[in-house]
């Protein structure tokens, strides 16, 4: 075990004192380094405080592994929620972190990542040192091994077979891994899920439980996903929302319920190398990873905000599962109601999308590719023919590679090459932004809702700076505050 040097953004008073007190809101935020255990925990861990003098704060478990940690068994710190830093920050270490839970380096390596985020190699590999602890390969490996982990508890599958579907090159290092990092082999770990209810015997399912930091305003999400259903690729049916999901190996289909403090997640993969990615875009989906206190208790501040804070605490920013369908479906609604945003792609579905099959009988496609609509979008799509024709030309241009879309992109640069393509206005540029990234910052001060919104709680929207950074929240409270008083009269 190496010694772990502290980074100098995390206040050593202030780690401690959520550590003493057990809050549960700083869980994935920082990890507990315990010297004289060799363990490092979620704040939160039930363990008896460690003396201050014995513990080091860490900004990541992939730091604490690099030093020589190991992870708890009791508060398994590797299963806590995902910091919000990776969606609130915009720098390098933030926008890296994104595309490594998404698992760019286990299918590119460290240059496809560097490549991504538009640096060398060895620039990223210092910055990231630096900034969370540990390189690139460390925090990959830390995810390998996060995912490995939820195969052994979750499946039947063989150890051989989890191991490369974790992203592990060898049977060596898959076990290796998993005893540094767990301190128990993966049989017996295996062994000791037995116990698990949630244990999938099926090829290719998984059970998951995606946990978050409460609160959650499920009625708002629940809304969102339901009233943006469009048939064949999505179904809302008895509260749980099932959808069909395109990864980088394969495909895969989810159900999805949200339940108190998590979201039970059931998912059928094609391949299981794709369960991290499916993971990590379902969290990006349902807004999971933020810090719901951090923004309420920032909006409240604003005597406008308090009531709607108070109605709705814990609401969230819906993001994406693809960038590619985010755009396009976003460009299909412009201008139309939801209901005829809905009919007109879920024509395009039908037609150009590919049926798959779907273990719960919910959804029987998935959504187009961007080639697919380049090629043939014209000769479905209805509409004025300059909005067909902007369709097409991006779908075009995403298949080309002349348009990239992924959760690695600045901000400003998403929204800067969007508003350089022909029929993608403000609006447009400003929604696919906060979707893609999650950017918590991106006031919709255009959009009719949110305006309507701003009326009824005689909101000035051009004095939005004591709203920063979290617009994107406000813009959510906005929107749901004119559809209740549109649905309540």
Not at 119 to 124: E, V
Not at 248 to 254: C, E, I, L, R, S
Not at 281 to 290: E, G, P, S, T, W
Not at 442 to 453: A, K, Y
Request: glycine share 6%; hydrophobic share 40%.
């Amino acid at each position: 075990m190496t010694q772990a040097t502290a980074l100098p953004h995390l206040d050593f008073e202030r780690c401690y004192r959520a550590v003493s007190s057990k809050d549960s809101r700083f869980d994935g935020q920082f990890y507990t380094a315990v010297r004289t255990t060799g363990i490092y925990c979620r704040p939160s861990c039930p363990a008896i405080t460690p003396k201050s003098a014995n513990v080091t704060f860490l900004p990541t478990a992939a730091a604490a592994q690099h030093a020589g940690y190991r992870a708890c068994r009791r508060c398994l710190p590797d299963a806590a929620p995902g910091s919000p830093l990776w969606r609130t920050r915009s720098d390098l270490a933030a926008r890296a972190m994104r595309l490594i839970s998404d698992g760019v380096v286990e299918r590119g390596g460290v240059d496809a990542l560097a490549s991504s985020v538009g640096y060398s190699s060895r620039q990223l590999t210092r910055v990231l040192t630096a900034e969370l602890g540990a390189g690139p390969l460390a925090l990959a490996r830390a995810h390998r091994a996060h995912t490995a982990r939820l195969l052994i508890q979750t499946t039947r599958m063989p150890m051989s077979d989890i191991a490369f579907a974790a992203g592990f090159a060898s049977i060596r290092q898959f076990n290796d891994t998993v005893r540094t990092v767990f301190v128990v082999t993966p049989t017996q770990m295996r062994t000791e899920s037995l116990r698990r209810p949630n244990v999938s015997t099926a090829p290719g399912t998984v059970s998951l439980r995606l946990p978050y930091r409460e609160p959650l305003d499920a009625t708002w999400l629940s809304w969102f996903l339901s009233a943006h259903i469009v048939d064949g690729i999505e179904c809302w049916r008895d509260a749980t929302y099932f959808r069909s999901l395109r990864l980088p190996h394969g495909h895969g289909t989810v159900g999805l319920d949200i339940k108190s403090g998590y979201v039970d997640a059931n998912l059928s993969l094609t391949d299981m190398r794709d369960l991290a990615p499916a993971v990590a875009r379902l969290r990006h989906l349902l807004d999971l990873d933020a810090d719901p206190r951090a923004v309420d208790d920032a909006l409240s501040t604003d005597p406008a905000f308090e009531t709607a804070v108070a109605t709705t605490p814990g609401i969230r920013v819906p993001g994406n599962v693809d960038a590619e369908e985010l755009l396009l479906r976003t460009m299909i609604g412009q201008q139309i109601s939801l209901a005829a945003a809905a009919t007109h792609t879920a024509r395009l579905v039908a037609a150009l999308g590919e049926s798959i099959a779907d273990p719960n009988g919910a959804v029987t496609h998935l959504f187009p590719t961007a080639e697919s609509i380049a090629a043939h979008g014209a000769d479905i799509l209805t509409g004025p023919a300059r909005r067909i024709e902007a369709i097409v030309d991006i779908a075009d241009r995403l298949a080309t590679g002349k348009l990239t879309l992924h959760c690695g992109l600045d901000a400003n640069e998403a929204r800067r090459e969007l508003l350089a393509c022909k029929g993608i206005g403000p609006w447009t540029a400003d929604y696919v932004t906060m979707r893609l990234l999650g950017d918590p910052d991106i006031l919709l001060d255009t959009d009719l809702v949110v305006r309507q919104g701003a009326a009824a709680l005689d909101i000035d929207l051009a004095a939005s700076d004591a709203w920063k950074p979290w617009r994107s929240y406000a813009s959510m409270h906005l929107w749901q505050t004119a559809l209740s008083r549109r649905n309540s009269k």
